[in-house]
């Protein structure tokens, strides 16, 4: 089995990871999701999220973009991260399950300049 984090605003795939409203997390087995649940986003603190999501099990983190300093801590603990995600975060997993997302390597770098996040 494998478990899948979105970084979502309610149903959708958002675009700034730490500042989402909720994950939506997602079981799969055999390219198949399973389960399905939406847990509301803890808070943003540097480095808090990726041990959060970690503790949960999940193995793959989809998003639109991700600061550099989440994306290490996450390859540190051996989950693959995919970041350039739009649309719907079921979509974005069923694309992920069928081999068909690709990680665009949008990495945030400025956080003030959030709004060129992606871009």
């Known amino acids: 089995m494998i478990k899948i984090a979105v970084a ?3 149903e959708m795939v958002t675009e700034h ?6 994950f939506n997390i997602y079981d799969a087995e055999n390219k198949q999701i399973i389960k399905h649940e939406s847990i509301p986003n803890p808070g943003h603190k540097p480095g808090f999220l990726p041990n959060f999501l970690n503790d949960k099990g999940v193995n793959v983190i989809i998003s639109g973009g991700m600061g550099g300093g989440a994306v290490n801590i996450f390859n540190e603990k051996g989950i ?3 970041v350039g995600a739009k649309g719907k975060a079921a979509d974005a997993v069923e694309a992920y399950l069928q081999g068909a997302l690709k990680s665009t390597g949008s990495i ?4 003030k300049h959030h709004d060129q996040c992606g871009h």
């Open 17 to 22: 990871f730490g500042h989402c409203l909720n």
């Open 8 to 10: 979502s605003e309610n």
């Open 80 to 82: 693959e991260v995919i």
């Open 108 to 111: 945030c770098h400025e956080h």
